[in-house]
């Protein structure tokens, strides 16, 4: 089993309506991220969480909320989707206690493609 | 902010070939980790190599290299033996030291690799 799993892997909606894509994690990691990717620009952070607690906007948190559920959960929701939403969307954790080779290593799940229509 | 640019949008290279990526990035910053990603038609990111801005040794992990030119911000993949299933995304990622652990990413570079 994946030690990042995001659901659904695929996902087709219609504008303005409401949508959350999840991702859950077993590596034990207190940090975990959201990300889109968009043909021609890469990756872009959406929001970052560093614990329970703790939630932070990225550089395009605009349209879009979190929820951190638990360690181990961390959701992304569209309250109101439109079709420059259109993108692939990535779920990542990283542990900054790790030391030595794998120190701020971040761990990707398989992502999840949305398409508003 | 940092940014990070990958002029090659798409290479080509033939099996059993080397071919190099380019990287470059701008920051202010003294203390910060360097990353290539992999994306696979399947597209899972798959971590290639890590490079901590403070070695001057190069990383290097299999056939896969880099050249880490701290003075001019550059930060290149070399990909020796190129294999078929090396065809992929690839992505160079930026991500300041200390406790702020946020990756910024390049464009992208569509590596193909041909018989």
């Known amino acids: 089993d994946a030690d990042v799993t995001q659901t659904p892997r695929n996902r087709i909606t219609k504008t303005g309506k409401r949508i959350m894509l999840e991702c859950s994690q077993t590596k034990g990691h207190d940090r975990m991220y959201w990300y889109r990717q968009d043909p021609g620009l890469g990756l872009r952070l959406i929001y970052y969480s560093f614990d329970v607690k703790d939630i932070n906007k990225g550089e395009i948190s605009d349209g879009y909320s979190v929820s951190r559920q638990a360690q181990a959960k961390f959701s992304l929701s569209l309250e109101s989707a439109i079709p420059n939403q259109t993108a692939l969307y990535f779920c990542?954790?990283?542990?900054?206690?790790?030391?030595?080779?794998?120190?701020?290593?971040?761990?990707f799940g398989a992502g999840t493609r949305l398409s508003v229509l | 902010a940092q940014t990070v640019t990958q002029s090659q949008p798409e290479m080509s290279v033939q099996e059993a070939e080397t071919v190099t990526l380019s990287c470059t990035y701008d920051?202010?910053?003294?203390?910060?980790?360097l990353f290539w990603y992999k994306q696979p038609p399947s597209r899972q990111m798959i971590l290639v190599i890590r490079?901590?801005?403070?070695?001057?040794q190069n990383a290097t992990e299999n056939r896969f290299s880099v050249n880490f030119q701290k003075a001019a911000k550059s930060f290149s993949l070399k990909i020796s033996d190129s294999q078929l299933g090396d065809t992929a995304m690839y992505f160079c990622a930026f991500m300041r030291g200390g406790t702020a652990s946020k990756l910024t990413f390049g464009t992208g570079t569509r590596l193909q690799v041909t018989l």
């Open positions: 490079q901590e801005a403070y070695k001057q």
């Open positions: 920051t202010s910053e003294s203390n910060y980790y």
């Open positions: 990542a954790t990283s542990d900054p206690r790790t030391q030595g080779a794998a120190k701020n290593i971040q761990y």
